[in-house]
């Protein structure tokens, strides 16, 4: 079908006033999702599954999408204001967003994110609209030794996340990888690290690990003081509330580099956006003029992040779609959800159903709209948050993080790893460890070891496949560039520094 | 005379009422608890919603049945759940497969099948084995035969140790002599794109799943792990008509908590009894592509101990370490 | 005399992560290390164990050794021990909720936050921590059907 045609025509679904609703309810109720911690897409979808089968299924995709992309936009918001990551791909938000705000730029911090969300969202739906087919089955091509090369891309940013101590950085990294590693091992179905526990099998949570030490830590760390006065400075007047001209032209290539990176890395099934997040947070980082800044609360921090998790939405959608391969928990609901409306999810599913197809392409433009729309605004209502005195915030910072992780599982054990956490994000900060690379070996840990055996196992044990294929090939070199950039660049000033010296 | 056959037939009529008053025995009086080991979405919770809403469409329970999703431990997080719930006559669960196969493996595993009160078994699941479209093998012995040709070199995407694939994997080398390797992945996702990206050449696929695919023209199948011929692929041989002595049964079914009363066992066997007889099973079982494998909790039990003694041996045989 | 400090806390550190990096490795033995198939469960770690011994060696030998002129930012011990009172309060609230159930062990907790942590009026501290549970209580079961931990209370 042709693009434009189709997408006329799925505006003229879209804009019905029946599915306008629908969108609405669903990004209104995504962003209320990812705001709270360990309440997700995949659980909301799921609970609203039963009431779908009362509309067409155009209108409950639009909706549940709404949900699916909404979420992502609501996630920055805790994230930004306490430190608390609402979804698991907004901790990397936590970085730059939360000293941010502790600068007093926590509405420029949410500003940013929303529009560096609605950039990257409206790319994502144009690269679902214009590459898909091609690009799922560029997708295909990439197998296990394509995701290690990409993990291990990931891993690089250890040494720009590094700040002061690369070995503590690299401490902090390993800590996080064995994390990542308890539980059931997926190939010989041995245990491991667990204890004994049942409980353990499946390895700890993400999200409990985030709150615990992001939040927890963070919150922990400012008790020690009894300092009275607001936790964070509040800005006055509209125009600190929002990004100033300088920080919106700093973020330039952000918002692109966010855009394509979420998107490429959302459309490899099983990559997920917390990995998009830090590899665009670190790409940003590497061509910075500043790296150093990062961390302290740079605009472009918050940016690349935002917008990579959210064109990522689009990404993940392509498989789907194109070919009814789930890339991640919620799409695998979503593909459950068409099962049950009675379409059949795979590759000739936008064939036979193109007026779904389109309706939810156009809803998805529509979506990001009303996203921006609804968001910009609330900004004052959130900053309002910071004024609350810090024996009010804290408490509630408990609560949210005990209530959020409990909503996961229902298990008491993992409150208990909450806390246990909790006190390892404590002490992290008070010996200097940095958070983000244990955060980074938790995330890829998992992918990096399952890619490198199968791909060992494809190749019987020849460790030249993974750099026979072209495309990990190129992706390995491209890590080991970003290992050693800094020391160009440290190289590059001195060398300068010589020619100063000797003129 | 004709006064005392009355009596007679109303002693008849009067015992029988009676009796049946006896066999009305239990009857729920709040909602069911169902317990799934699945998130929203996954297998064992779609079957149970359906279940639910089943139940209420053909009016055969006075009450609602209540979705609970217990996941962890690959089922493990439900068995302790339901063992916990001792004598609780309100509480169901689902199992599948792996109900069977992980307390074998696991030390953690506090539970088995048996520790727990089995009901009925519901369904067979099939599944097909299933080869890219341009690959050279026309059947499954064409597959095994390269397999014999160049050992381990031919590859199979899978998931698990322990999955039904695996299980196929093993019982299928056992019984030919021929050896390839599995590739484990942990979404179902992935393994297809496995497959169609040309990584792995074979792979144990759900019907549901491989009839998108085969109608866009990007796999082929090549052998059905089924007793009989599916309705959508009468051209496939089945893995015994392709000469393949090798049984897999997948299976779902229904269980609940230790220590129930044998008058709730006999319940609860009657009303899923009584569901699989209704169009609206016998649609969902087409729909699904399952086969009907009713077996009330006499000889439920006893499968599970025969299944559990043969899965037994495949993992040990397959260098699985087997704690029980 | 801070200096010193510093350099100690990197030195503990340094051995517990050398320690752990032992723990990780005699694990990682108990394990295959690389089966007919490829690599096994112990592969990983072994390898990430290692890494984590020879590094953390790093780590200490490098406090060992640092130069006691530089200025680095000290430790200060003093006020952990408030923060370990916070924690410990956390913990018995988290230890209790089977029995008392979160809505009361969270209107407990926060009276602790206001009126300990923060020295604030008795009266202050009952008001937040009412405020504070009421807010949960509307907002996660009532509006949201997030269920909070339950107590043997029910509640």
Request: with cysteine.
């Amino acid at each position: 079908m042709d693009i434009i045609s189709g997408l006329l025509q799925g505006f003229a679904v879209a804009l019905q006033p029946l599915n306008l609703f629908w969108c609405f309810v669903g990004v209104l109720l995504g962003t209320v999702v990812g705001i709270l911690p360990g309440l997700g897409p995949p659980a909301t979808i799921a609970m609203l599954l039963p009431l779908t089968f009362q509309m067409s299924p155009t209108s409950a995709i639009i909706m549940l999408a709404g949900i699916y992309y909404g979420a992502k936009y609501g996630g920055s918001t805790t994230s930004i204001l306490l430190n608390v990551p609402g979804e698991s791909a907004s901790v990397v938000t936590c970085f730059d967003g939360y000293q941010m705000a502790r600068k007093g730029r926590a509405g420029a911090a949410l500003g940013i994110a929303a529009i560096a969300s609605f950039i990257a969202g409206t790319v994502g739906v144009l690269g679902l609209m214009l590459i898909a087919p091609p690009l799922a089955k560029f997708a295909l091509s990439f197998s296990s030794p394509e995701y290690f090369a990409l993990m291990c891309l990931g891993l690089a940013m250890v040494v720009l996340l590094a700040g002061k101590s690369l070995v503590k950085a690299l401490l902090a990294m390993l800590v996080g990888l064995w994390i990542a590693g308890m539980g059931i091992d997926l190939f010989s179905s041995t245990s491991r690290f667990t204890f004994g526990h049942m409980e353990m099998l499946d390895g700890v949570d993400f999200v409990v690990v985030a709150i615990g030490v992001f939040a927890l830590g963070e919150v922990l760390g400012n008790m020690e003081s009894r300092e009275e006065g607001q936790m964070l400075p509040v800005p006055k007047g509209l125009r600190n509330l929002l990004p100033n001209v300088e920080e919106l032209k700093a973020c330039r290539f952000a918002f692109v580099n966010g855009s394509v990176i979420g998107f490429l890395i959302g459309v490899l099934p099983g990559a997920g956006s917390t990995i998009a997040s830090f590899i665009s947070y670190g790409v940003e980082k590497a061509v910075s003029k500043h790296p150093e800044k990062f961390g302290t609360g740079v605009p472009e921090g918050v940016a690349a992040p935002e917008g990579a998790n959210n064109s990522e939405t689009g990404g993940a959608l392509v498989p789907l779609l194109t070919l009814g391969i789930p890339g991640s928990g919620t799409t695998a609901i979503l593909l459950a959800a068409f099962v049950l409306w009675g379409l059949k999810p795979g590759p000739l599913m936008i064939q036979d159903n193109p007026t779904l197809f389109w309706g939810l392409v156009a809803s998805m433009y529509v979506g990001n709209v009303m996203l921006l729309i609804l968001n910009l605004p609330l900004i004052p209502l959130f900053a309002q948050i910071l004024k609350l005195p810090v024996y009010v915030l804290y408490p509630i910072i408990f609560g949210i993080s005990i209530v959020g992780v409990y909503s996961v599982s229902g298990s008491l054990f993992d409150v208990w790893m909450l806390a246990a956490f909790g006190l390892l994000g404590y002490l992290m900060r008070k010996l200097d460890y940095p958070a983000a690379p244990l955060i980074l070996g938790l995330v890829l840990g998992d992918g990096m070891e399952r890619a490198l055996r199968q791909s060992l196992m494809m190749s019987q044990g020849d460790l030249s496949i993974l750099v026979s294929r072209p495309i990990s090939a190129v992706m390995l070199s491209l890590a080991v560039l970003i290992l050693i950039a800094p020391l160009f660049r440290k190289a590059n000033a001195w060398r300068i520094r010589m020619i100063d010296e000797q003129a | 005379m004709r006064t005392r056959i009355a009596l007679m037939l109303m002693a008849g009529c009067a015992a029988a009422g009676a009796s049946a008053v006896f066999a009305q025995g239990f009857q729920p009086s709040r909602p069911i608890e169902f317990v799934v080991h699945t998130g929203p979405g996954g297998g064992a919770d779609v079957q149970a919603r359906f279940i639910a809403a089943a139940m209420e469409k053909e009016n055969l329970l006075p009450v609602r049945m209540q979705v609970n999703n217990k996941t962890g431990g690959g089922g493990l997080t439900a068995m302790a759940y339901l063992a916990e719930k001792k004598g609780e006559t309100h509480v169901v669960a689902a199992f599948t497969g792996i109900w069977f196969t992980n307390p074998l493996m696991r030390a953690e595993a506090r539970f088995t099948m048996k520790d727990l009160t089995p009901i009925v078994r519901l369904v067979l699941e099939p599944a097909m084995v299933a080869v890219k479209n341009d690959a050279p093998y026309k059947t499954l012995k064409d597959f095994i035969d390269a397999a014999k040709q160049s050992p381990g070199q031919l590859k199979q995407s899978g998931g698990s140790i322990g999955s039904r694939d695996w299980i196929v994997r093993q019982l299928l080398m056992k019984n030919t002599g021929a050896n390839w390797a599995f590739i484990s992945f942990p979404g179902g996702g992935e393994r297809i794109a496995a497959l169609l990206g040309g990584h792995v050449n074979m792979m144990v696929i759900e019907p549901q799943e491989a009839g998108e695919h085969i109608r866009a023209g990007n796999l082929r199948v090549v052998a059905q792990i089924s007793e009989q011929r599916l309705p959508p692929f009468p051209n496939v041989p089945t893995l015994k008509e392709a000469g393949f002595d090798v049984h897999v049964p997948q299976v779902r079914g229904i269980i609940a908590p230790p220590g129930i009363p044998r008058e709730v066992i006999a319940y609860w066997e009657g009303v899923f009894a009584k569901l699989v007889q209704t169009a609206t099973w016998k649609k969902y079982l087409e729909d699904n592509l399952f086969a009907d494998g009713f077996q009330r909790s006499a000889e439920l039990n006893k499968f599970i101990d025969e299944y559990s003694e043969t899965t037994r041996g495949i993992l040990k045989e397959g260098g699985i370490k087997v704690v029980r | 005399m801070e200096d010193k400090s510093f350099k100690a806390a990197d030195l503990w550190s340094g051995l517990a992560l050398a320690a752990l990096g032992v723990f990780i490795i005699m694990e990682a033995r108990q394990w295959e290390f690389m089966g007919p198939d490829g690599p096994g469960a112990g592969f990983f770690p072994l390898g990430y164990g290692i890494a984590m011994v020879a590094l953390s060696a790093a780590l200490v030998i490098a406090s060992v050794l640092r130069n006691p002129s530089r200025t680095d930012s000290a430790v200060n011990w003093r006020e952990t021990g408030r923060v370990f009172a916070m924690w410990m309060a956390l913990v018995v609230a988290v230890a209790t909720l089977k029995v008392s159930g979160f809505v009361i062990n969270f209107a407990v907790l926060t009276f602790f936050i206001v009126a300990v942590m923060y020295r604030r009026p008795p009266l202050r501290a009952a008001i937040v921590a009412a405020a504070c549970t009421a807010g949960f209580y509307l907002v996660f079961p009532l509006a949201l059907g997030v269920s909070l931990p339950a107590g043997m209370l029910g509640f």
